[in-house]
């Protein structure tokens, strides 16, 4: 397996180019743009695993593929002291812990 193919890859419409456009998740500034989903998916592979062997030969770093990270599974948020009040009192007034009522309406939003 290529260190490339474990990238987190996808494809959709671009309106304004009218042809489909391949994305990759861990490098954000890269696309490829083809005619077929599928020539747009292997046309951002192949533009990634160019820019892989460059940094690699560059001694650059090379940006860790999403699906080998390791999470925590905590997360922290700034957020405007007002909506930190609003979710304190939601909270509260649901019985859970800011932490619980602000992971459910997370999920929710998926």
């Known amino acids: 397996m290529n260190r490339h193919d474990r990238y ?3 494809v959709t419409w671009s ?5 489909f456009v391949g994305l990759c998740a861990e ?5 490829h743009l083809d005619d077929t989903p599928e020539k747009a998916f292997s046309g951002i592979r192949d533009v990634v695993a160019f820019a892989v ?3 690699d030969e560059d001694g650059a770093p090379i940006p860790e593929p ?3 990270h390791r999470y925590r599974g905590a997360l922290t948020l ?3 002291p007002e909506t930190h009040r609003a979710l304190a009192m939601d909270a509260a007034e649901a019985g859970v812990s800011m ?3 602000a992971a459910e ?3 929710l939003r998926r």
């Open 99 to 101: 932490n619980r009522l």
């Open 105 to 107: 309406r997370l999920l």
């Open 53 to 55: 062997q460059a940094l």
């Open 8 to 10: 987190t890859y996808r």
């Open 15 to 19: 309106d304004e180019d009218e042809m």
């Open 66 to 68: 999403l699906s080998t």
């Open 78 to 80: 700034r957020i405007p």
């Open 27 to 31: 490098f954000g500034l890269l696309s």
